[in-house]
């Protein structure tokens, strides 16, 4: 049984309910109404917290005439129990709450898709994402939210579902296009017609080209030969530290970013790959850095210029040798202000991008490396939980390392798909 204990928070005026703390994962954040905050495990998908913000001083949840306070009393109800409001108005009270697993399963997989959706190397543009969110959505009651995505999604699906192929359209891909037409036949049944009459054909897109150059298994050969390092430089791109959709990122941190420490040992070369339709007004902001995060300092940093089209570089001039540090760090920040994290944090944040990068491969999703086998995905699955399990050692965390430890073990072994999202937009590759 998945309960959640409430408490209230004086200071915030926020009515908290905690349950097992996410695992190896991380969190996965959705705000389903104003005012009502959820995080679910990435990996499993359980409910680990409520957040609830109050007016009120003692913890009462104000409803009646306060619209944003009787949604969140709606949707309490349909998660925990139509006695939910009530208990909660005496947190201090309260006994533990159980989600109703058929509301909270459409809405934590609403939070994964999300969370996926933001590293992955489908640019978040895609109608694929779109749809898929607008069908969740719709299954977890946030008719708001799901139109917006079903708009969203209503041109790119008739562009695409209108071109002719001989590969069967998968049943959750088309679940999602039903949703959508339904929930656009009001505001445009024009298009909502042609999306329904390209469904009936039941075609599906082929896989952009620009998808085809990811090679999984040339990822886990560079993984292995860089296994052995332990200290020195170190890199990531942290998606919370720049601009969303401005920069693609790779099938591991390892390869978000290509870092270069030049042979005269003076500079240090960081490249990166724009996604497609990138904002480069929002590229002028961001800074490549060399940190050092034993002191916290900002070593060196360079603005970036294009190279390619879709690629961009900037050198970073070294004020002395690397070596001289037994730790230092590569980030990419759109503010040049933003604090240095510690070696801990840093080690937190890549060990949960590591697992990003695991669970996809652990899906092996056919659209991002077509030609990709399932013992490829299985070795990326392997050695990307490897490399989180070591950042969670080095950050101090034991029992998060162990879980990695665990999943890194079973990844070889063959799986039953987990429960949760289809990711569409991977599965079909855009």
Known sequence: MNDLTPSFERETGQVILDGLSAGVAGEAALIPVPGLDLAFDRADGRLVRVVVNTTATDGCISAGAQTAATLRNVMLSKLFGAHAPSALANPAGASALSPNPEFADPLSSLARLDAARATSLVPPGSPWWAAEAADLAA???????????????????????????????????????????ALTAADDPAAADRLRDALNRRVAPAAPPSLAEFDV??????????????????????????????????????????????????????????????????????????????????????????????????????????????????????????PVRSAKGHRIRRALRWADAALRAERAPAGLAPHASRDDWSALAAAAWDRCRRDWEAAGDAGRADQAARRGAAAQTTQSPASGPAYLAETLGG
């Open 217 to 338: 298994a040339a990822e886990v050969e560079s993984l292995e030969k860089d296994r052995m390092r332990l200290g020195g430089l170190q890199w990531m791109l942290d998606p919370d530290l720049v601009p969303g959709g401005l920069f693609r990122p790779g099938l591991s941190p390892y390869s978000d970013l290509l870092v270069r420490h030049e042979s005269d040992g003076e500079q240090v070369v960081v490249e990166a790959v724009l996604a497609p339709g990138a904002d480069c007004a929002a590229l002028d902001r961001c800074l490549a850095r060399l940190v050092d995060p034993d002191v916290r300092r900002v070593l060196a940093q360079a603005a970036f210029t294009k190279i390619e089209p879709n690629r961009v570089r900037a050198e970073l001039q070294l004020p002395f040798p690397l070596d001289e540090l037994p730790e230092s760090w590569i980030d990419v920040v759109q503010d040049k202000l933003w």
């Open 139 to 181: 299954r977890a009651g946030l008719s708001k939210r799901a139109v917006t995505e079903a708009h969203c999604a209503l041109a790119k699906l008739v562009a695409q579902l209108t071109t002719a192929n001989t590969t069967t359209l998968p049943e959750p891909a088309a679940q999602a296009v039903l949703a959508v037409t």
